[in-house]
Protein backbone atom coordinates (compact mmCIF):
# COMPACT_ATOMS: atom_id res chain seq x y z
CA UNK A 1 0.00 0.00 0.00
CA UNK A 2 1.42 3.40 -0.95
CA UNK A 3 1.35 5.99 1.67
CA UNK A 4 -0.08 9.03 0.67
CA UNK A 5 0.77 10.86 4.49
CA UNK A 6 3.58 10.44 6.57
CA UNK A 7 4.25 12.22 9.59
CA UNK A 8 7.74 12.00 11.36
CA UNK A 9 7.69 12.82 15.34
CA UNK A 10 6.54 16.26 15.09
CA UNK A 11 5.87 18.38 17.50
CA UNK A 12 4.59 21.63 17.97
CA UNK A 13 4.99 24.18 20.66
CA UNK A 14 3.28 27.32 20.84
CA UNK A 15 4.68 30.68 21.83
CA UNK A 16 2.43 32.66 24.02
CA UNK A 17 3.30 35.53 26.80
CA UNK A 18 3.21 33.07 29.56
CA UNK A 19 5.63 30.78 28.09
CA UNK A 20 6.17 27.92 25.52
CA UNK A 21 2.99 25.52 25.02
CA UNK A 22 3.69 21.95 23.92
CA UNK A 23 1.03 20.81 22.46
CA UNK A 24 1.76 18.61 20.00
CA UNK A 25 4.60 15.58 20.92
CA UNK A 26 6.28 13.40 18.68
CA UNK A 27 3.35 12.68 16.63
CA UNK A 28 4.29 9.75 13.66
CA UNK A 29 1.37 8.21 11.62
CA UNK A 30 0.90 7.36 7.99
CA UNK A 31 -2.09 6.98 6.49
CA UNK A 32 -2.47 4.86 3.46
CA UNK A 33 -3.45 6.28 -0.12
CA UNK A 34 -6.98 6.64 -0.53
CA UNK A 35 -7.46 5.79 2.75
CA UNK A 36 -10.25 7.73 5.05
CA UNK A 37 -8.70 8.38 8.54
CA UNK A 38 -9.84 9.70 11.47
CA UNK A 39 -8.00 11.58 14.23
CA UNK A 40 -9.49 11.30 17.43
CA UNK A 41 -9.19 12.84 20.92
CA UNK A 42 -10.55 15.00 23.62
CA UNK A 43 -10.63 18.57 23.40
CA UNK A 44 -7.37 20.76 23.44
CA UNK A 45 -5.25 17.26 22.23
CA UNK A 46 -3.72 19.38 19.33
CA UNK A 47 -6.14 17.90 16.63
CA UNK A 48 -6.90 21.31 14.97
CA UNK A 49 -2.79 22.12 15.27
CA UNK A 50 -2.16 19.13 13.59
CA UNK A 51 -4.89 19.54 10.50
CA UNK A 52 -3.04 22.83 10.65
CA UNK A 53 0.53 21.66 10.25
CA UNK A 54 -1.23 19.15 7.47
CA UNK A 55 -2.14 21.93 5.90
CA UNK A 56 0.79 23.80 5.98
CA UNK A 57 -0.54 27.00 8.13
CA UNK A 58 2.03 25.97 11.17
CA UNK A 59 5.33 24.39 10.28
CA UNK A 60 6.52 21.87 12.82
CA UNK A 61 8.68 22.79 15.94
CA UNK A 62 10.04 19.51 15.43
CA UNK A 63 9.95 16.57 13.38
CA UNK A 64 8.81 16.55 8.85
CA UNK A 65 5.77 15.70 7.24
CA UNK A 66 5.63 14.20 3.53
CA UNK A 67 2.64 14.46 1.59
CA UNK A 68 2.73 12.50 -1.54
CA UNK A 69 6.53 11.75 -1.17
CA UNK A 70 7.26 15.60 -0.56
CA UNK A 71 8.29 17.48 2.41
CA UNK A 72 5.24 19.96 3.34
CA UNK A 73 6.35 23.98 3.27
CA UNK A 74 3.32 26.28 3.22
CA UNK A 75 0.03 25.62 1.93
CA UNK A 76 -0.34 23.78 -1.68
CA UNK A 77 -3.02 22.65 -3.83
CA UNK A 78 -2.36 19.49 -3.58
CA UNK A 79 -4.51 19.86 -0.04
CA UNK A 80 -7.99 20.64 0.24
CA UNK A 81 -9.18 21.97 3.63
CA UNK A 82 -12.46 22.14 5.08
CA UNK A 83 -13.19 24.11 8.11
CA UNK A 84 -15.57 23.65 10.86
CA UNK A 85 -16.64 27.74 11.02
CA UNK A 86 -19.60 27.90 7.96
CA UNK A 87 -18.08 31.39 7.51
CA UNK A 88 -15.26 29.77 5.48
CA UNK A 89 -16.90 30.38 2.32
CA UNK A 90 -16.94 33.70 0.72
CA UNK A 91 -20.03 35.72 1.19
CA UNK A 92 -19.80 37.79 -1.68
CA UNK A 93 -19.66 34.60 -3.96
CA UNK A 94 -22.27 32.45 -5.30
CA UNK A 95 -21.96 28.97 -4.39
CA UNK A 96 -21.09 27.83 -7.71
CA UNK A 97 -18.08 30.88 -7.81
CA UNK A 98 -16.91 29.83 -4.38
CA UNK A 99 -16.52 26.47 -5.72
CA UNK A 100 -14.72 27.85 -8.84
CA UNK A 101 -11.94 29.80 -6.92
CA UNK A 102 -9.05 27.40 -7.19
CA UNK A 103 -9.45 26.67 -10.28
CA UNK A 104 -9.75 30.32 -11.11
CA UNK A 105 -6.31 30.62 -9.80
CA UNK A 106 -4.91 27.83 -11.96
CA UNK A 107 -5.79 29.99 -14.60
CA UNK A 108 -8.42 28.23 -15.79
CA UNK A 109 -10.68 29.67 -18.52
CA UNK A 110 -13.91 30.47 -17.40
CA UNK A 111 -16.39 27.76 -19.19
CA UNK A 112 -14.36 24.70 -17.91
CA UNK A 113 -14.33 26.48 -14.61
CA UNK A 114 -17.83 26.68 -14.54
CA UNK A 115 -18.55 22.95 -15.91
CA UNK A 116 -16.34 21.82 -12.76
CA UNK A 117 -17.98 23.66 -10.68
CA UNK A 118 -21.55 22.10 -11.52
CA UNK A 119 -20.34 18.76 -11.92
CA UNK A 120 -18.85 19.41 -7.78
CA UNK A 121 -22.00 21.14 -6.24
CA UNK A 122 -23.67 18.18 -8.37
CA UNK A 123 -21.71 15.30 -6.48
CA UNK A 124 -23.27 17.15 -2.79
CA UNK A 125 -26.40 17.26 -4.34
CA UNK A 126 -26.49 21.00 -4.81
CA UNK A 127 -26.71 21.99 -8.05
CA UNK A 128 -29.90 23.86 -7.58
CA UNK A 129 -28.32 26.34 -5.77
CA UNK A 130 -25.59 26.81 -7.64
CA UNK A 131 -26.62 30.47 -7.98
CA UNK A 132 -27.31 31.09 -4.10
CA UNK A 133 -24.88 33.21 -1.82
CA UNK A 134 -23.95 31.34 1.11
CA UNK A 135 -25.93 33.60 3.43
CA UNK A 136 -28.86 32.40 1.92
CA UNK A 137 -27.80 28.07 2.41
CA UNK A 138 -28.31 26.54 5.70
CA UNK A 139 -25.54 25.48 8.10
CA UNK A 140 -25.22 22.04 6.54
CA UNK A 141 -25.66 23.23 2.96
CA UNK A 142 -22.68 25.81 3.27
CA UNK A 143 -20.68 22.95 4.60
CA UNK A 144 -21.36 20.75 1.29
CA UNK A 145 -20.72 23.73 -0.65
CA UNK A 146 -17.44 23.51 1.49
CA UNK A 147 -16.39 19.84 0.78
CA UNK A 148 -17.50 20.39 -2.94
CA UNK A 149 -14.92 24.02 -3.37
CA UNK A 150 -12.19 21.62 -1.48
CA UNK A 151 -12.43 19.29 -3.96
CA UNK A 152 -12.86 21.23 -6.99
CA UNK A 153 -9.45 21.80 -8.26
CA UNK A 154 -8.32 18.47 -7.29
CA UNK A 155 -6.09 17.97 -4.57
CA UNK A 156 -4.85 14.54 -3.57
CA UNK A 157 -5.17 15.06 -0.05
CA UNK A 158 -8.95 16.23 1.88
CA UNK A 159 -8.36 17.93 5.39
CA UNK A 160 -11.31 18.27 7.56
CA UNK A 161 -11.45 19.94 10.84
CA UNK A 162 -14.46 19.09 12.78
CA UNK A 163 -16.74 19.89 9.16
CA UNK A 164 -19.87 18.87 10.97
CA UNK A 165 -19.68 19.18 14.64
CA UNK A 166 -22.17 22.19 14.78
CA UNK A 167 -24.74 20.94 13.06
CA UNK A 168 -27.80 19.53 14.62
CA UNK A 169 -27.55 15.24 14.84
CA UNK A 170 -29.74 14.57 11.65
CA UNK A 171 -27.79 16.78 9.80
CA UNK A 172 -24.73 15.71 10.48
CA UNK A 173 -25.87 11.74 9.88
CA UNK A 174 -27.01 12.71 6.69
CA UNK A 175 -23.99 14.84 6.06
CA UNK A 176 -21.78 11.39 6.62
CA UNK A 177 -23.75 9.66 4.25
CA UNK A 178 -22.64 12.01 1.87
CA UNK A 179 -19.11 12.46 2.54
CA UNK A 180 -18.32 8.41 2.55
CA UNK A 181 -20.43 8.80 -0.95
CA UNK A 182 -18.46 11.48 -2.06
CA UNK A 183 -14.88 9.93 -0.95
CA UNK A 184 -15.77 6.49 -2.35
CA UNK A 185 -16.48 8.11 -5.73
CA UNK A 186 -13.30 10.87 -5.22
CA UNK A 187 -10.61 8.48 -3.89
CA UNK A 188 -9.47 10.97 -1.94
CA UNK A 189 -7.16 10.84 0.57
CA UNK A 190 -9.18 12.49 3.51
CA UNK A 191 -7.55 13.26 7.22
CA UNK A 192 -11.09 14.16 9.30
CA UNK A 193 -10.97 15.41 12.63
CA UNK A 194 -13.18 14.66 15.28
CA UNK A 195 -13.98 13.70 19.12
CA UNK A 196 -17.19 12.22 18.35
CA UNK A 197 -16.79 7.74 18.81
CA UNK A 198 -19.77 7.32 16.65
CA UNK A 199 -18.69 9.16 13.55
CA UNK A 200 -14.93 8.03 13.82
CA UNK A 201 -15.91 4.51 13.39
CA UNK A 202 -19.02 5.40 10.72
CA UNK A 203 -16.60 7.19 8.51
CA UNK A 204 -12.80 6.04 9.21
CA UNK A 205 -10.45 3.28 7.59
CA UNK A 206 -7.55 4.27 9.71
CA UNK A 207 -8.12 5.56 13.20
CA UNK A 208 -5.43 8.13 15.48
CA UNK A 209 -6.28 8.79 18.68
CA UNK A 210 -4.54 10.97 20.56
CA UNK A 211 -3.59 11.52 24.20
CA UNK A 212 -3.59 15.15 25.72
CA UNK A 213 -0.95 17.53 26.96
CA UNK A 214 0.77 17.47 25.78
CA UNK A 215 -0.84 15.73 22.51
CA UNK A 216 0.50 12.37 21.75
CA UNK A 217 -0.50 9.23 19.94
CA UNK A 218 -2.52 7.12 21.83
CA UNK A 219 -2.77 4.35 19.46
CA UNK A 220 -3.55 3.74 15.99
CA UNK A 221 -5.91 1.03 14.57
CA UNK A 222 -7.73 -0.04 11.21
CA UNK A 223 -10.94 -0.24 11.58
CA UNK A 224 -12.14 -2.74 7.90
CA UNK A 225 -16.09 -2.83 8.83
CA UNK A 226 -18.20 -3.19 5.67
CA UNK A 227 -19.46 0.07 4.06
CA UNK A 228 -22.18 1.13 3.91
CA UNK A 229 -21.79 1.03 7.80
CA UNK A 230 -24.61 0.59 9.92
CA UNK A 231 -24.35 2.49 13.10
CA UNK A 232 -26.61 -0.11 14.52
CA UNK A 233 -25.03 -3.47 13.95
CA UNK A 234 -23.22 -5.35 16.36
CA UNK A 235 -19.50 -5.28 14.69
CA UNK A 236 -20.25 -1.08 14.86
CA UNK A 237 -21.34 -1.26 18.61
CA UNK A 238 -18.18 -3.69 18.73
CA UNK A 239 -15.64 -1.38 17.23
CA UNK A 240 -16.98 1.61 19.00
CA UNK A 241 -16.31 0.02 22.62
CA UNK A 242 -12.81 -1.38 21.14
CA UNK A 243 -12.05 2.66 20.55
CA UNK A 244 -13.49 3.76 23.42
CA UNK A 245 -11.66 1.79 25.54
CA UNK A 246 -8.17 3.44 23.89
CA UNK A 247 -10.08 6.64 24.72
CA UNK A 248 -10.44 6.27 28.59
CA UNK A 249 -7.51 3.91 29.56
CA UNK B 1 -55.74 50.79 -5.10
CA UNK B 2 -54.12 49.33 -1.71
CA UNK B 3 -50.41 49.64 -2.92
CA UNK B 4 -51.31 53.39 -3.91
CA UNK B 5 -52.62 54.50 -0.56
CA UNK B 6 -49.35 52.82 1.28
CA UNK B 7 -47.29 54.41 -1.17
CA UNK B 8 -49.32 57.78 -0.66
CA UNK B 9 -48.99 57.06 3.22
CA UNK B 10 -45.36 56.31 3.33
CA UNK B 11 -44.49 59.80 1.14
CA UNK B 12 -47.02 61.21 4.15
CA UNK B 13 -44.85 59.85 6.31
CA UNK B 14 -41.24 60.88 5.00
CA UNK B 15 -42.89 64.69 4.12
CA UNK B 16 -43.86 65.05 7.68
CA UNK B 17 -40.44 66.07 9.64
CA UNK B 18 -40.14 68.72 6.51
CA UNK B 19 -43.72 69.97 6.67
CA UNK B 20 -43.26 70.66 10.34
CA UNK B 21 -39.84 72.16 10.21
CA UNK B 22 -41.21 74.12 7.59
CA UNK B 23 -44.20 75.32 9.68
CA UNK B 24 -42.04 76.01 12.86
CA UNK B 25 -39.96 77.60 10.65
CA UNK B 26 -42.79 80.11 9.17
CA UNK B 27 -44.11 81.09 12.38
CA UNK B 28 -40.53 82.20 13.28
CA UNK B 29 -40.53 84.22 9.93
CA UNK B 30 -44.01 85.44 10.58
CA UNK B 31 -44.38 86.10 14.20
CA UNK B 32 -40.73 86.12 15.65
CA UNK B 33 -38.37 89.31 15.85
CA UNK B 34 -36.02 89.16 13.15
CA UNK B 35 -36.15 91.12 10.27
CA UNK B 36 -37.67 89.64 7.23
CA UNK B 37 -34.25 90.43 5.82
CA UNK B 38 -32.54 88.48 8.19
CA UNK B 39 -35.62 85.48 8.53
CA UNK B 40 -37.27 85.42 5.12
CA UNK B 41 -40.49 83.68 4.92
CA UNK B 42 -40.18 79.94 2.56
CA UNK B 43 -42.50 81.80 -0.09
CA UNK B 44 -39.66 84.51 -0.29
CA UNK B 45 -36.95 81.55 -0.18
CA UNK B 46 -38.79 79.72 -2.85
CA UNK B 47 -39.39 82.59 -4.99
CA UNK B 48 -35.64 83.49 -4.81
CA UNK B 49 -34.97 79.54 -5.98
CA UNK B 50 -36.94 79.57 -8.91
CA UNK B 51 -35.47 82.58 -10.34
CA UNK B 52 -31.40 81.47 -9.37
CA UNK B 53 -32.83 78.19 -10.92
CA UNK B 54 -34.38 79.63 -14.10
CA UNK B 55 -31.71 82.12 -14.69
CA UNK B 56 -29.44 79.12 -14.56
CA UNK B 57 -27.01 80.44 -11.46
CA UNK B 58 -27.73 77.49 -9.46
CA UNK B 59 -26.63 75.16 -11.54
CA UNK B 60 -23.36 77.24 -12.86
CA UNK B 61 -22.73 77.29 -8.97
CA UNK B 62 -23.74 73.89 -8.33
CA UNK B 63 -21.88 72.25 -11.04
CA UNK B 64 -18.81 73.99 -9.98
CA UNK B 65 -19.19 72.86 -6.53
CA UNK B 66 -19.23 69.18 -7.51
CA UNK B 67 -16.57 69.40 -9.86
CA UNK B 68 -14.37 70.22 -7.67
CA UNK B 69 -16.12 67.72 -4.96
CA UNK B 70 -16.02 64.75 -6.89
CA UNK B 71 -12.73 65.40 -8.85
CA UNK B 72 -11.20 65.93 -4.42
CA UNK B 73 -13.26 62.96 -3.45
CA UNK B 74 -12.16 60.54 -5.95
CA UNK B 75 -8.40 61.21 -5.48
CA UNK B 76 -9.22 60.90 -1.53
CA UNK B 77 -10.79 57.80 -2.12
CA UNK B 78 -8.23 56.34 -4.33
CA UNK B 79 -5.39 56.91 -2.36
CA UNK B 80 -7.32 56.27 0.74
CA UNK B 81 -8.21 52.77 -0.35
CA UNK B 82 -4.85 52.24 -1.49
CA UNK B 83 -2.94 53.31 2.16
CA UNK B 84 -5.30 51.78 3.95
CA UNK B 85 -5.41 48.27 2.26
CA UNK B 86 -1.15 48.29 2.43
CA UNK B 87 -1.13 49.75 5.93
CA UNK B 88 -3.75 46.50 6.57
CA UNK B 89 -1.80 44.13 5.36
CA UNK B 90 1.90 45.17 5.77
CA UNK B 91 3.31 45.71 9.00
CA UNK B 92 6.27 48.33 7.64
CA UNK B 93 3.26 50.12 6.19
CA UNK B 94 1.63 50.38 9.15
CA UNK B 95 4.57 51.27 10.87
CA UNK B 96 5.49 53.71 8.67
CA UNK B 97 1.97 55.67 7.94
CA UNK B 98 0.18 54.64 11.52
CA UNK B 99 1.72 57.94 13.28
CA UNK B 100 1.55 60.09 10.48
CA UNK B 101 -2.68 59.60 9.96
CA UNK B 102 -3.46 59.29 12.94
CA UNK B 103 -1.94 62.90 13.82
CA UNK B 104 -3.08 63.95 10.64
CA UNK B 105 -6.75 62.58 11.08
CA UNK B 106 -7.72 64.80 14.09
CA UNK B 107 -6.56 68.01 12.48
CA UNK B 108 -9.59 69.92 10.70
CA UNK B 109 -8.66 70.47 6.88
CA UNK B 110 -9.21 73.51 6.65
CA UNK B 111 -6.12 74.29 8.80
CA UNK B 112 -4.16 73.86 5.80
CA UNK B 113 -6.14 76.39 3.41
CA UNK B 114 -3.43 79.20 3.76
CA UNK B 115 -0.68 76.77 3.21
CA UNK B 116 -2.23 75.34 -0.21
CA UNK B 117 -3.01 78.82 -0.89
CA UNK B 118 0.90 79.74 -0.69
CA UNK B 119 1.85 76.86 -2.41
CA UNK B 120 -0.68 76.49 -5.27
CA UNK B 121 -2.49 80.29 -5.46
CA UNK B 122 -6.33 80.40 -5.50
CA UNK B 123 -8.54 78.55 -7.92
CA UNK B 124 -9.60 75.12 -8.97
CA UNK B 125 -6.44 72.91 -8.12
CA UNK B 126 -6.20 74.12 -4.02
CA UNK B 127 -9.34 73.50 -3.78
CA UNK B 128 -9.33 69.60 -5.02
CA UNK B 129 -6.28 69.08 -3.56
CA UNK B 130 -7.69 70.91 -0.03
CA UNK B 131 -11.04 68.39 -0.09
CA UNK B 132 -8.42 65.62 -1.21
CA UNK B 133 -6.42 66.12 1.84
CA UNK B 134 -9.48 66.67 3.89
CA UNK B 135 -11.24 63.78 2.94
CA UNK B 136 -8.54 60.75 2.84
CA UNK B 137 -7.81 60.55 6.30
CA UNK B 138 -11.23 59.18 7.45
CA UNK B 139 -10.84 56.87 4.00
CA UNK B 140 -7.80 55.33 5.25
CA UNK B 141 -8.41 54.87 8.81
CA UNK B 142 -12.06 52.98 7.77
CA UNK B 143 -10.36 50.77 4.94
CA UNK B 144 -6.97 50.00 7.55
CA UNK B 145 -9.51 48.42 10.69
CA UNK B 146 -11.78 46.80 8.02
CA UNK B 147 -8.72 44.71 6.68
CA UNK B 148 -7.59 44.39 10.13
CA UNK B 149 -11.11 42.90 10.71
CA UNK B 150 -11.28 40.73 7.77
CA UNK B 151 -11.90 37.06 9.10
CA UNK B 152 -8.51 34.80 8.92
CA UNK B 153 -10.60 32.19 7.94
CA UNK B 154 -10.89 33.52 4.33
CA UNK B 155 -8.11 34.30 4.25
CA UNK B 156 -6.87 30.67 5.06
CA UNK B 157 -9.15 28.99 2.78
CA UNK B 158 -8.03 31.19 0.02
CA UNK B 159 -4.36 30.91 0.29
CA UNK B 160 -4.82 27.06 0.63
CA UNK B 161 -6.27 26.86 -2.54
CA UNK B 162 -3.66 28.86 -4.46
CA UNK B 163 -4.43 32.49 -3.92
CA UNK B 164 -1.30 34.79 -3.96
CA UNK B 165 -0.89 38.48 -3.21
CA UNK B 166 -2.39 40.41 -6.05
CA UNK B 167 -5.26 37.77 -6.11
CA UNK B 168 -5.65 37.85 -2.44
CA UNK B 169 -6.14 41.55 -2.48
CA UNK B 170 -8.54 41.70 -5.05
CA UNK B 171 -10.39 38.77 -4.64
CA UNK B 172 -10.54 38.23 -0.75
CA UNK B 173 -9.49 41.32 1.23
CA UNK B 174 -11.02 44.14 -0.92
CA UNK B 175 -14.69 42.83 -0.95
CA UNK B 176 -13.90 41.35 2.84
CA UNK B 177 -13.28 45.11 4.27
CA UNK B 178 -16.50 46.76 1.56
CA UNK B 179 -18.11 47.08 4.95
CA UNK B 180 -15.88 49.33 6.52
CA UNK B 181 -14.73 50.80 2.89
CA UNK B 182 -17.53 52.58 2.19
CA UNK B 183 -18.24 53.65 5.99
CA UNK B 184 -14.86 55.02 5.22
CA UNK B 185 -16.26 56.53 2.22
CA UNK B 186 -19.24 58.15 3.64
CA UNK B 187 -17.47 59.82 5.87
CA UNK B 188 -15.15 60.99 3.39
CA UNK B 189 -17.56 62.39 1.38
CA UNK B 190 -19.26 64.58 4.40
CA UNK B 191 -15.71 65.70 4.87
CA UNK B 192 -15.21 66.54 1.65
CA UNK B 193 -18.76 68.75 1.88
CA UNK B 194 -17.65 70.59 5.17
CA UNK B 195 -14.55 72.08 3.57
CA UNK B 196 -15.63 72.71 -0.15
CA UNK B 197 -17.97 75.33 1.19
CA UNK B 198 -15.57 76.93 3.35
CA UNK B 199 -12.88 76.45 1.00
CA UNK B 200 -14.65 78.15 -1.77
CA UNK B 201 -15.02 81.15 0.17
CA UNK B 202 -11.03 81.36 1.11
CA UNK B 203 -10.09 80.42 -2.48
CA UNK B 204 -11.80 83.25 -4.16
CA UNK B 205 -13.10 80.93 -6.63
CA UNK B 206 -15.59 83.02 -9.07
CA UNK B 207 -18.42 80.25 -9.14
CA UNK B 208 -20.02 77.52 -6.16
CA UNK B 209 -22.37 77.41 -4.20
CA UNK B 210 -20.41 77.71 -0.84
CA UNK B 211 -19.12 81.36 -2.79
CA UNK B 212 -23.12 82.10 -3.48
CA UNK B 213 -23.84 81.60 0.18
CA UNK B 214 -20.58 83.48 0.99
CA UNK B 215 -21.32 86.29 -1.39
CA UNK B 216 -25.02 86.41 -0.13
CA UNK B 217 -23.88 87.65 3.18
CA UNK B 218 -23.00 91.20 2.09
CA UNK B 219 -25.77 92.33 0.25
CA UNK B 220 -28.20 90.51 3.83
CA UNK B 221 -29.26 88.07 0.67
CA UNK B 222 -30.33 85.50 3.41
CA UNK B 223 -32.78 83.99 0.47
CA UNK B 224 -30.01 83.06 -1.86
CA UNK B 225 -27.79 81.80 0.53
CA UNK B 226 -30.77 79.45 2.01
CA UNK B 227 -31.59 78.72 -1.58
CA UNK B 228 -27.61 77.62 -1.98
CA UNK B 229 -27.85 75.75 1.13
CA UNK B 230 -30.84 73.40 0.02
CA UNK B 231 -29.51 72.84 -3.01
CA UNK B 232 -26.41 71.28 -0.96
CA UNK B 233 -28.98 69.41 0.79
CA UNK B 234 -30.68 67.87 -2.81
CA UNK B 235 -27.24 66.66 -3.29
CA UNK B 236 -25.99 65.20 -0.69
CA UNK B 237 -29.66 63.12 -0.46
CA UNK B 238 -29.02 62.25 -4.13
CA UNK B 239 -25.50 61.10 -3.73
CA UNK B 240 -26.37 58.90 -0.94
CA UNK B 241 -29.04 57.39 -2.16
CA UNK B 242 -28.24 56.98 -6.10
CA UNK B 243 -24.57 56.48 -5.17
CA UNK B 244 -23.98 54.78 -2.17
CA UNK B 245 -27.22 53.23 -1.62
CA UNK B 246 -27.27 51.57 -4.71
CA UNK B 247 -23.79 50.43 -4.23
CA UNK B 248 -24.78 48.60 -0.74
CA UNK B 249 -27.83 47.07 -2.11
CA UNK B 250 -25.70 45.45 -5.19
CA UNK B 251 -22.66 44.35 -2.70
CA UNK B 252 -23.53 44.23 1.19
CA UNK B 253 -27.16 43.46 1.09
CA UNK B 254 -27.19 40.89 -1.75
CA UNK B 255 -23.99 39.35 0.19
CA UNK B 256 -25.86 39.11 3.29
CA UNK B 257 -22.91 41.38 4.88
CA UNK B 258 -25.74 44.22 5.65
CA UNK B 259 -29.22 43.89 6.51
CA UNK B 260 -31.37 45.17 4.14
N1 LIG C 1 -2.78 29.95 19.27
C1 LIG C 1 -2.46 29.25 20.37
N2 LIG C 1 -1.62 29.77 21.30
C2 LIG C 1 -1.28 29.07 22.38
N3 LIG C 1 -1.72 27.83 22.67
C3 LIG C 1 -2.55 27.26 21.79
C4 LIG C 1 -2.98 27.93 20.61
N4 LIG C 1 -3.81 27.13 19.92
C5 LIG C 1 -3.91 26.01 20.66
N5 LIG C 1 -3.17 26.07 21.78
C6 LIG C 1 -3.01 25.01 22.80
O1 LIG C 1 -2.60 23.84 22.17
C7 LIG C 1 -3.35 22.73 22.61
C8 LIG C 1 -3.98 22.01 21.45
O2 LIG C 1 -4.92 22.87 20.80
P1 LIG C 1 -5.78 22.41 19.55
O3 LIG C 1 -6.59 23.55 19.12
O4 LIG C 1 -4.89 21.77 18.55
O5 LIG C 1 -6.72 21.30 20.22
P2 LIG C 1 -7.91 20.45 19.60
O6 LIG C 1 -7.59 19.03 19.83
O7 LIG C 1 -8.20 20.88 18.23
O8 LIG C 1 -9.12 20.84 20.57
P3 LIG C 1 -10.68 20.99 20.22
O9 LIG C 1 -11.23 19.62 20.18
O10 LIG C 1 -11.20 21.74 21.40
O11 LIG C 1 -10.80 21.74 18.95
C9 LIG C 1 -4.34 23.23 23.62
O12 LIG C 1 -3.89 22.87 24.91
C10 LIG C 1 -4.33 24.72 23.46
O13 LIG C 1 -4.39 25.35 24.72
MG1 LIG D 1 -9.87 21.85 17.18
Known amino acids: MVEAIKAHNISYEYETAAGAVLAVKDVSFSVDDAAFMCVLGPSGCGKTTILNMLAGFLTPTKGEILIGGKAVAGQGQDRGVVFQDFAQLFPWRTARRN ?15 RETALKFLRLVKLEKFADAYPHQLSGGMQQRVAISRSLAYNPAVLLM ?16 KLLTEVWQATKKTVVYITHNVAEAVYLADQLLVLAAHPGTVKAQMRLDLPRPRDALSTEFVEAQREVLKHLVH | MKALK ?11 PFVVAAIVWELIARFGSFPPKLFPSLVTVADTFWKLATAGLLWVAAEATLFRLVFGFLLAAVVGVGVGIAMGRYQWAED ?95 QAWRILVAVEMLMSVNRGLGWMIFGAQEFLNTDVMLSSIAVIGFLGVLLEKQVFERLERYTLVRWGMMAA
Open chain 1, 99 to 113: VEFGLEMRGVPPAER
Open chain 1, 161 to 176: DEPFAALDAMTREEMQ
Open chain 2, 6 to 16: TLGASALWLAA
Open chain 2, 96 to 190: VCLPVVSMAYPIPGLAYAPLFVLWFGLGDLPAILLVAVASCFVVIINTWKGVKAVKPIWIRAAESMGARDRQLFRLVILPASLPYILTGLRLGLA
